[in-house]
């Protein structure tokens, strides 16, 4: 009996020395922008958050800049277990469900403001949950800002864009939105955007004031047409396999934790907005143009055709929800 019971010790003691040592769950964060920009430093408060709060329990890795995976691989990987959470542009999930194609309607939000008021909506949210037959969580909506055009000749109305070729992401709407003004798209990876610029194998591009400063691309483009189209929103997202996985206490505090980052993050990205727009005008690099209410009626004209062409794909209920979100 005393052997039996020394036994039972020593196989309770071994088992709970190899539970207290258990290697932390590990949680890979794969992005394709700056460390500098709100998705940056969005992943790095959340690495932060998880690690005081679940010590020992979950080891956070960032990899900013594409160095794990692009945007159009990192899907992929995330089924496979080689990465466990990524913030890929809402353009990215077209393939697995067509109603996010909203976001990329150009001219359909007024500002972020009502873009914010629209992902927290009741129709908002539920786009989060349109990826589960896939495979995929959605998690929450990560701000980044309004779209700008950039170009190596100055766009003022949709005639000067034609034939001019413009680096775009993966979307359908977005190469409808560049054809309806006859100009050339062309579907490319973030990370061979500035090259693309610098070798002048493109003309231009569409991005938010912190992707331009972050990225540089001021540097390499003599104009940036403030129009304010579009918005370049992230959701960030999780595999469904690894987030049932996790236990109860443990997914609660890394979503608490990733809500008060992407929380953190919005409010660097309205912040850097204004400031990227300034330090874009001030390194004198690049001519800023400040378009007409009568020309920027010109650019709404030519692209909002576009709208109706994927108004069955979407959902006209969803494109009347973001309508309504433009009125405060």
């Known amino acids: 009996m005393r052997l039996l019971t020394a036994a039972v010790a020593t196989l309770t003691l071994a088992l709970g020395a190899q539970f207290a040592n258990a290697a932390p769950i590990e949680i890979k964060f794969s992005h394709v922008v700056a460390e500098n920009t709100p998705k940056g430093k969005m992943a790095t408060r959340f690495k932060e958050l998880v690690e005081q709060r679940l010590p020992g329990k979950v080891s956070v890795s960032v990899f900013p800049n594409s160095q794990l995976f692009g945007d159009d691989k990192v899907l992929e990987a995330m089924l496979l277990g080689d990465v466990q959470m990524a913030a890929p542009s809402l353009s990215k999930f077209q393939k697995y469900t067509p109603a996010l194609q ?4 150009p001219f359909l939000f007024k500002d972020m403001a009502s873009v914010d008021r629209f ?14 037959k896939k495979g995929y969580v959605g998690l929450g909506y990560l701000h980044n800002g309004m779209k700008q055009m950039s170009a190596n000749s100055p766009l003022r109305v949709p005639a000067d864009a034609a034939g001019k070729k413009f680096r775009i992401q993966t979307s359908d709407v977005l190469q409808a939105q560049f054809e309806a003004i006859d100009a050339v798209p ?10 693309l610029m610098q070798t002048k194998a493109i003309d231009g591009s569409e991005n938010p004031w912190s992707n331009i400063y972050s990225k540089k691309f001021h540097e390499v483009q003599s ?9 370049l929103d992230y959701m960030i997202v ?22 008060e980052a992407v929380a953190y993050g919005n409010q660097i990205a309205a912040e850097q ?3 990227d727009r300034q330090a874009v005008i001030d390194s004198g690099r690049t001519e800023v143009i400040e378009i007409t209410d009568e020309e920027r009626q010109k650019w709404v004209d030519a692209m909002k055709p576009v709208w109706s062409k994927f108004s069955d794909q979407i959902g006209e209920d ?6 309504k979100a433009n009125e405060g």
């Open 102 to 105: 909203i976001f990329d309607l």
């Open 119 to 132: 992902q927290q909506s009741p129709e908002g949210q539920g786009l989060l949950d349109s990826l589960r």
């Open 186 to 195: 062309l579907k490319k990876p973030f990370s061979e955007v500035f090259t």
């Open 273 to 275: 907005a204004a400031a």
């Open 238 to 259: 999780t595999s469904a396999e690894f987030w049932n996985g996790l236990d109860d206490d443990v997914r609660a505090e890394v979503k608490k934790s990733l809500d």
């Open 318 to 323: 969803l494109i009347q929800a973001a309508l």
């Open 223 to 231: 104009y940036i047409t403030e129009t304010n189209h579009g918005v």
